[in-house]
């Protein structure tokens, strides 16, 4: 099923203020509802080869699989069941790529990455995410953050030893407690959620929201909604702003309109042949 007609995205990437190149990595395709953000670390330019591994891994493994059929078989729960292997088999394969070229090439020793993806489909989307890298939902005019930061940061405010307001001004606030190419195996956080035309997703690097508040987010995207590329490159422009202190990046999905997969028999038979 081709999605472009349902969902419209933007993407905005760019090195800071302070950073001499850029880490980050974003990847995007409407036709079959993927969005993908890295934000790499390693010493010498390594950062951006994990992360750049970990986009052109998923989209390229992604398309092929949505290409080959697959969306065929994403209507109802089994869709979501589809989409959450689908996701935990492909982020694998990245953390492998990765991991495996940090063990054979000494300058890339120690190299990994964030990780947010979203997958849509069948008037849902699936978010799955590895490290402090954000997704963000703005619906109706409300800004709600969807993923909870892998980080030694949140389990402070989790434990209680700080607030959300204290941790804003913390040193701690790039130690991620997960992160893709580190281990040989990483456990990726997946969840599964309901869209509605008029929503926007937003995807972003800890750049965009360590320099930027939720509340001046939102209202970036309301005032720019109808501007998906403006508003992307307003957000960037906002880090920049404010000291651009990291590399920032950002992933903008808006619902266009609805999506469900076909349920029919034709959808069924396409589905069987397949196999």
């Known amino acids: 099923m081709n999605l472009s007609q349902a ?31 890295a934000d790499g670390m ?10 750049g591994m970990a986009t052109t891994v998923l989209t390229t493994e992604l398309q092929h699989l949505l290409a080959s ?32 070229a940090a063990q054979s090439q000494p300058q890339y020793a120690g190299m990994g990455t964030t990780l947010v993806v979203a997958l849509f489909y069948d008037n849902r989307v699936t978010v799955a995410h590895i490290g402090d890298s954000r997704v963000y939902r703005l619906r109706d005019d409300e800004l709600v953050q969807i993923t909870k930061d892998h980080s030694l940061l949140q389990e402070q405010i989790d434990s209680g030893m700080i607030t959300a307001e204290q941790a804003r001004f913390s040193q701690n606030k790039n130690l991620v407690t997960r992160a893709l190419g580190i281990d040989p195996t990483v456990d990726a956080e997946i969840r599964e959620y309901e869209t509605q035309p008029g929503d926007l997703w937003l995807l972003c690097s800890d750049g965009l929201n360590d320099m930027v508040s939720d509340e001046d987010i939102a209202m970036t995207l309301q005032a720019l909604a109808s501007n998906l590329p403006l508003a992307a490159q307003q957000l960037v422009q906002m880090a920049n702003d404010n000291g651009g202190r990291d ?5 903008l999905v808006r619902v266009v309109r609805d999506y469900a997969a076909p349920k029919g028999l034709l959808a069924r038979l396409f589905g069987w042949l397949r196999h």
């Open 69 to 100: 059929g697959e969306a065929a078989a994403m209507a109802g729960a089994a869709g979501r069941e589809r989409a959450e292997a689908m996701l935990r088999a492909e982020i694998a394969k990245a953390n492998t790529s990765i991991y495996q």
């Open 247 to 251: 590399n920032v990046s950002v992933v």
């Open 7 to 37: 969902l419209e995205i933007a993407t905005c990437t760019d090195p800071g203020m302070v950073r001499s190149h850029n880490e980050d990595s974003v990847a995007a395709d409407a036709s079959i509802g993927v969005a993908v953000l």
């Open 42 to 51: 390693g010493g010498y330019n390594a950062g951006e080869v994990a992360s």
